[in-house]
């Protein structure tokens, strides 16, 4: 009667129903071991393919992006179409990078500005394209924080020009510095510090006008010169009763090459590109 109810499932307690189960256990778990084996690896490989459609979705989007802005003198000249179609293209690369936590490492470096909306940098644009002997050249945003775990420092670099006393372009140096905090997972805090103008290069006229070469350069010519291309002026930024001026910065998509923000509190946006670093 036992040899009758025993079965796989139900092995009866007799020792010749016990020896029946034992191979069938083992063709079990040899049968979920290559199972596993072939499952695991099909995971792999539909993570692998997930992640690079996601990344061919972002180069894509990115690309879009700088094709809207591209014909905007940096943001200078935009139509209200025009203008639409970039915040679209923002939007869309913005919510790739939703979220994420801001990663201090890629953002150390030196990133070149392609467009802005923000108010205070278009008016130096505006300037360069009324005043003909005034000239804005690249602007730049330099942060240092590679160590850091927390903020770092940032500076706003702008190349500029007065010619014919200057040379083209990058002719002096703008800089202003500020220190910066992390303050949410987006967000930085910046604490304006110190305006700077230097790297002044004096174009090759104004040389000869300071001291001819045809004439001996006395010694007060060549400490003009020397004065003029060793020249820095630096102001402090305070705001009376307060430490120093401030705001908030959100940086809103961040990978190896791009950089997009937006000034909090309808300060303008911002889309930057990796460049090479500054001396």
């Known amino acids: 009667m036992d040899l009758a109810l025993s079965s796989p ?3 009866s307690s007799a020792t010749r129903g016990v020896n029946k189960i ?12 290559v199972s596993t084996q072939k ?3 099909c995971l792999a490989a539909v993570a692998t393919q997930t992640a690079q459609a996601v990344e061919v979705a972002v180069e894509s989007k990115k690309h879009e992006l700088l094709r809207a802005i591209q014909d905007t003198q940096r943001g200078l000249v935009t139509t209200d179409n025009q203008r639409s ?8 690369v913005e919510g790739y990078n939703k979220g994420a936590p801001l ?11 392609q467009y802005t909306s923000a108010s205070d940098v278009l008016i130096l644009l505006e300037a360069a394209a009324r005043v003909p002997f005034f000239q804005v050249g690249q602007i730049f945003q330099k942060f240092e924080c590679k160590d850091q775990s927390s903020g770092g420092v940032v500076r706003n670099v702008v190349r500029w020009s007065v010619p014919p006393l200057l040379e083209e372009q990058e002719g002096a140096t ?8 992390v303050v949410s997972v987006r967000n930085i805090y910046l604490q304006f510090e110190e305006i700077n103008v230097q790297n002044i290069k004096i174009s090759e006229e104004l040389q000869a006008l300071i001291a001819p070469a045809i004439l001996p350069r006395s010694f007060l010519s060549l400490q003009i010169l020397q004065y003029l291309r060793n020249f820095k002026a630096q102001i ?3 705001d009376p009763g307060r430490q120093s001026v401030g ?7 961040l990978d190896a090459n791009m950089l997009l923000g937006r000034a909090v509190g309808g300060g303008g946006v911002f889309v930057f590109t990796k460049a090479q670093p500054l001396n």
């Open 9 to 11: 499932l139900f092995p």
């Open 174 to 181: 703008l800089l202003v510095s500020a220190k910066f905090s």
């Open 103 to 113: 990663d201090l490492v890629k953002l150390d470096g030196t990133w070149r500005l």
């Open 236 to 238: 402090p930024v305070r």
């Open 22 to 33: 034992k191979p069938y256990s083992s063709m079990l778990i040899a049968t979920q071991k």
């Open 247 to 253: 705001g908030l910065y959100y940086l809103s998509y």
């Open 85 to 92: 179609s970039i915040e679209e293209a923002l939007v869309s």
């Open 39 to 41: 499952f695991f690896p």
